[in-house]
């Protein structure tokens, strides 16, 4: 919990305030030009915190994930911190534990893709070693594109609260766009994936094992929602899962679950 001990460290070692600056190190007061040389000028992003090195594919790393330890989040600003966007660091690209992940995802050509780095660390404590989360920013056209080199399938964890059920729709549209199958892993509410795979192994191993057709999970979310009793309901509920249903690139895929939408409502499929 220092202002400058990292600064003082890359100093002795010969770095200059523009090198740490570039990579996301430090941050450089508003007042100050770039590249100067006054170490008053500067201060360590990261402080107080667990730090998480963000590794690329050729294994070397290239960033920084930082958790608030020692002191509340009010009293470091953020929950979570992550490096820059930088010319060694792009989030929009960037998988955390991808490297590490690649041999379990080859093996089952599935992916199961989180929102933290302790969803990452915990699962693979419980023996789920498939598992990476997204650093910094939402998932993206371009990580999928990662993905779908090595996985068919994505299973997504993310928390069952409003914000993670609409991350975890906004995704699963986008890996529908991609050609990728995907399914959605549901955990206890109040719970995310470290939570379960921490507290029981077996419980978390078995969530991914039973992961939910990503269409069949958001419907009936949706009836439990709305119910299905008037037409209003209806109208709702295919507001919900129709643009779902729009974006699977296959025809076939496409009209079983017209069909099966239409059956659920009582309404025709045309």
């Known amino acids: 919990d220092a202002w400058r001990d990292l600064i003082s460290t890359l100093t002795t070692k010969g770095y200059t305030f523009r090198e740490m600056e570039d990579v996301g190190l430090v941050i450089r007061k508003d007042t100050m030009p770039k590249g100067a040389s006054d170490p008053s000028g500067y201060y360590d992003r990261f402080r107080s915190r667990v730090i998480f090195p963000l590794i690329d594919t050729a294994?070397?790393?290239?960033?920084?994930?930082?958790?608030?330890?020692?002191?509340s989040e009010e009293e470091v600003g953020a929950k979570y911190i992550n490096s820059p966007q930088t010319e060694l660091y792009d989030k929009s690209k960037f998988l955390y534990n991808f490297v590490r992940a690649k041999d379990a995802m080859r093996g089952s050509r599935t992916l199961v893709i989180t929102e933290g780095y302790f969803d990452v660390a915990l699962s693979h404590q419980a023996g789920v070693q498939n598992v990476v989360s997204v650093s910094g920013t939402a998932l993206t056209g371009e990580h999928l594109a990662s993905v779908k080199r090595l996985a068919d399938k994505v299973l997504f964890a993310f928390d069952m609260?409003?914000?993670?059920?609409?991350?975890?729709?906004?995704?699963?549209?986008?890996?529908?766009?991609?050609?990728?199958e995907s399914?959605?892993?549901e955990l206890p509410k109040d719970k995310d994936p470290a939570d379960v795979a921490s507290e029981d192994a077996e419980a978390w191993k078995d969530a991914v094992v039973h992961a939910r057709e990503s269409i069949a999970f958001f419907l009936d979310r949706?009836?439990?929602?709305y119910g299905v009793d008037s037409g209003i309901a209806k109208r709702n509920i295919g507001a919900e899962i129709l643009p779902l249903?729009?974006?699977?690139?296959?025809?076939?895929e496409q009209a079983?679950?017209?069909r099966k939408l239409a059956s659920t409502l009582g309404?025709?499929?045309e």
Do not use: C, Y
């Not at 294994?59 to 002191?71: D, H, L, Q, S, T």
């Open 59 to 71: 294994g070397r790393v290239v960033g920084f994930g930082g958790r608030a330890f020692g002191k």
């Open 161 to 180: 609260d409003s914000a993670g059920i609409s991350a975890a729709a906004k995704a699963v549209r986008l890996a529908a766009t991609s050609g990728i």
């Open 183 to 185: 399914a959605v892993i």
């Open 222 to 225: 949706a009836i439990e929602k």
């Open 245 to 252: 249903i729009a974006t699977m690139s296959s025809n076939i």
């Open 256 to 258: 079983h679950w017209v």
């Open 267 to 269: 309404i025709s499929e």
